[in-house]
């Protein structure tokens, strides 16, 4: 028995969420706020590099849509962006529509 794979394309969408400190970031406010909303300041501060290591490619045009920038009060920083993508996945077709299609692709993060 020959298996036919069959090569198709996924469209993904996806919340990206990235966490970091940077202790140039802390500020004292005696309690006044929980966090501060920096999306506005987006531009302004350093962000760790993202990379996508994957099968496909992103969906066009690659315009990142800023979710929330948020600087917490002992400089840790939570920014979550929505990013799409499409996806080469592997399937078998001849147990279609039971295969288990595969999408790999990873992400890496550089300092």
């Given amino acids: 028995m020959v298996d036919v794979l069959s090569f198709q394309k996924y469209e993904v969408e996806f919340l990206l969420h990235q966490n970091w400190e940077d202790p140039r970031l802390r500020y004292e406010d005696g309690g006044k706020y929980k966090y501060l909303n920096a999306i506005s300041h987006y531009q302004s501060l350093w962000t760790p590099d993202i990379y996508f290591i994957k099968h496909g490619e992103f969906k066009a045009p690659l315009a990142q849509v800023h979710m929330a920038l948020k600087i917490f009060n002992n400089g840790s920083v939570?920014?979550?962006t929505r990013r799409s993508m499409?996806?080469?996945c592997q399937g078998n077709l001849q147990i279609?529509?039971?295969d288990n299609p595969k999408c790999p692709f990873a992400i890496e993060s550089g300092k």
């Fill in 86 to 88: 499409i996806l080469n």
């Fill in 96 to 98: 279609f529509p039971f």
């Fill in 78 to 80: 939570r920014y979550i």
